[in-house]
Every structure is written in C-alpha cells, then in structure tokens.
T-cell receptor
Framework: KAGVTQTPRYLIKTRGQQVTLSCSPI?????VSWYQQTPGQGLQFLFE???????NKGNFPGRFSGRQFSNSRSEMNVSTLELGDSALYLC??????????FGPGTRLTVL | GQQLNQSPQSMFIQEGEDVSMNCTSS?????WLWYKQDPGEGPVLLIA?????ELTSNGRLTAQFGITRKDSFLNISASIPSDVGIYFC???????????FGKGITLSVRP
C-alpha cells in the first residue's frame, strides 16, 4: 500500500501571499488531519476532515483553512502569509482517526 | 484543553542502555500512541494502545497504557544509534476527538 503523499515537499513564499498544500491519504483512509510543526512547539493540530466534513479544528486563525474531496484527498490553504507561518506542515491519514500515518511533510518558508 | 506532558525535553544515553519515557495527562484518554520522528521526516507510528493496563511490544520497544488512563510509558531496550530521534506520545479521548500530542523527547545515543 502506498503511504501518505504530500506535495510540494518544499515551498518558498513571501509575506502576504497565499499557499495551497496537498495531501493524498493511504487508500481506504477517510480521515485526514493537518499539523503545523515548528522547533520547540511540537505538533500543533490544525484540523481534521472525515468523509469530507471538518470533524475537529485547532486554535489557528481563519487564514488557515482546509477541505477534503470525495476521494479523501485533502488540501490546506494559508492566506496572507506571515513570517511566523514558516514551518513543517504534516498531513496524517487514518481509517478511523486513531492510528494516524504521517506523510513526509511540506516545508514552507515565508520570506 | 487537553495536554500531554513529556519530560525531560532531551535524554542522553549510552549505546546498549535501556531507556524509559513517560507521558502524563490530567485528562483520561482511550487511545495512546507512540511515534518516532527522524530529522526531515514525518513521525512514524511505533505502538498503539487501546486498553487500560495493556502492555504491547514492537521489537525492542515496549509500551504500556496506564491503569488510570492518564499516562503511558515507552521503554526502549538495548539502545542502538538508529534509536536517535524525537519520540512523541499522543492520546485520543474519544471516537470523534482529535489526537493530542506531547511536545516530544529528543533521544541521543552515544556510541
């Protein structure tokens, strides 16, 4: 079975721009969660989608949004980028939401 | 909100030694997971625990789901250099709850 894939792997943007990250879950998995990881802050939960519905949401501003498609693929969007948005963005898929399997992440740098 | 506590932030051990890590919470969790993250990669699931008191092994790794459901332990026996990485615990309170992560422990193994 193919693992979780995330595209792109690396991204450089400037302040004020917007960005869309993509995640393809493991085949058959209906839950996709997104996390932001920065040094010293660990894994900060952004949101979880299950069967195209947002099931849980973290404490991030409205600039961070996401969606899930009928094939379970998910995208997250960050608008009006700030320097502090530089981070590793991780996507994880799960059949039920328990055992989550992570992709390699997208490294976003905001200049 | 729910928080998982992992300490210390870093651990240094000699190759061949055993090491134990614990993860505590003020809330009850129904699922406990342990992950390992290597630099530049997404976290990899090591062990999943679903029942209070459960003891599960994966090679040299053994994890336990605490009886109170507020803690979990991970033990690595006979450490080797490739055990180096960040170890995260994660817990889930219920079927529709998000997965909550600890801040991780960075393990260094001296040859």
């Amino acid at each position: 079975k193919a693992g979780v894939t995330q595209t792109p792997r690396y991204l450089i943007k400037t302040r004020g721009q917007q960005v869309t990250l993509s995640c393809s879950p493991i085949s058959g998995h209906r839950s996709v969660s997104w996390y932001q990881q920065t040094p010293g802050q660990g894994l900060q939960f952004l949101f979880e989608y299950f069967s195209e519905t947002q099931r849980n949401k973290g404490n991030f501003p409205g600039r961070f949004s996401g969606r899930q498609f009928s094939n379970s693929r998910s995208e997250m969007n960050v608008s009006t980028l700030e320097l502090g948005d530089s981070a590793l963005y991780l996507c994880a898929s799960s059949f039920t939401g328990d055992e989550q399997f992570f992709g390699p992440g997208t490294r976003l740098t905001v200049l | 909100g729910q928080q998982l506590n992992q300490s210390p932030q870093s651990m240094f051990i000699q190759e061949g030694e055993d090491v134990s890590m614990n993860c505590t919470s003020s809330s009850i969790f129904n699922t406990w997971l342990w992950y390992k993250q290597d630099p530049g990669e997404g976290p990899v699931l090591l062990i999943a625990l679903y029942k209070a008191g459960e003891l599960t092994s994966n090679g040299r790794l053994t994890a336990q789901f605490g009886i109170t459901r507020k803690d979990s332990f991970l033990n690595i026996s006979a450490s080797i250099p490739s055990d180096v990485g960040i170890y995260f615990c994660a817990g889930r309170a219920g079927a529709n709850s998000k997965l909550t992560f600890g801040k991780g422990i960075t393990l260094s193994v001296r040859p």
